[in-house]
């Protein structure tokens, strides 16, 4: 099985919401991040968790939290969002150190209102 | 300042021709480069990795090059066909992250292969 899960596809929220995001892997794989992406631009890391301590951390604003509960998920908690924060969010893994490629999953479109 | 740039938005090719995408990085020492095809609405997938060490790399119908010198690698599609259309995305990880696996992605050329 080499296919990364996110849940759920689409997801529209009010700027007063709480909402997660939701990703899964079961290819073993011990590293895990969180990227977001606007329209016509390419991805941009959020987070990178590695054995399931965050060890990367973009300075993104505190109103997206990670958390990754064992090695399998990963899920990001959105509350207080912007209409800037509107894009496609995409969940990845790969193996822990020396290089190694990134699996992505199909991302969840958010649209905050 | 850092910079990844793929210097053509948008890039149109006759089938059956050869697609030739260019990656040119500034201020960084890559320990690896890799290559991704991204489709509309899904996430990116992985193509090819190529080492700071290596010159060349090939898989099928792609080759990569990588030239530190010159800080550039290039991507070609041999053969190419309309489903390769898709939008292609080099990432590098630098040598001071190397480990900790953080990609910075380039900014991407939407290519077009015209039947």
């Known amino acids: 099985d080499t296919e990364v899960t996110q849940t759920p596809k689409h997801l529209v929220m009010g700027m007063t919401n709480k909402k997660s995001l939701k990703c899964e892997q079961h290819?073993?794989?011990?590293?895990m991040y969180w990227y977001k992406q606007k329209a016509k631009k390419p991805p941009e890391l959020m987070f990178v968790?590695?054995?399931?301590?965050?060890?990367i951390n973009e300075s993104v604003p505190s109103r997206f939290s990670p958390e990754c509960p064992n090695s399998s998920l990963l899920n990001l908690h959105l509350h207080a969002l912007q209409p800037e924060d509107s894009a496609l969010y995409l969940c990845?893994?790969?193996?822990?150190?020396?290089?190694?490629?990134?699996?992505f999953g199909p991302g969840t479109r958010l649209t905050v209102l | 300042s850092q910079k990844i740039e793929q210097n053509s938005e948008a890039l149109n090719i006759q089938e059956g021709k050869t697609a030739t995408l260019t990656c040119n990085y500034t201020?960084?020492?890559?320990?690896?480069l890799q290559w991704y095809r991204q489709d509309p609405g899904r996430g990116p997938v992985f193509l090819l990795l190529?080492?700071?060490?290596?010159k060349e790399k090939r898989k099928e119908r792609l080759k990569v090059t990588f030239d530190t010198t010159l800080k550039q690698s290039l991507f070609h599609i041999t053969a190419s066909q309309p489903a390769d259309s898709a939008t292609y995305l080099c990432?590098?990880?630098?040598?001071?992250?190397?480990?900790?696996?953080?990609?910075?992605f380039g900014t991407g050329t939407r290519l077009t292969i015209i039947p």
């Open positions: 990845a893994s790969s193996q822990v150190g020396g290089s190694t490629k990134q699996y």
């Open positions: 290819m073993g794989h011990r590293a």
């Open positions: 968790y590695s054995y399931e301590k965050l060890s």
């Open positions: 201020n960084y020492s890559p320990a690896y």
């Open positions: 190529i080492r700071e060490n290596e």
């Open positions: 990432a590098l990880v630098p040598r001071s992250n190397f480990g900790n696996e953080k990609l910075t």
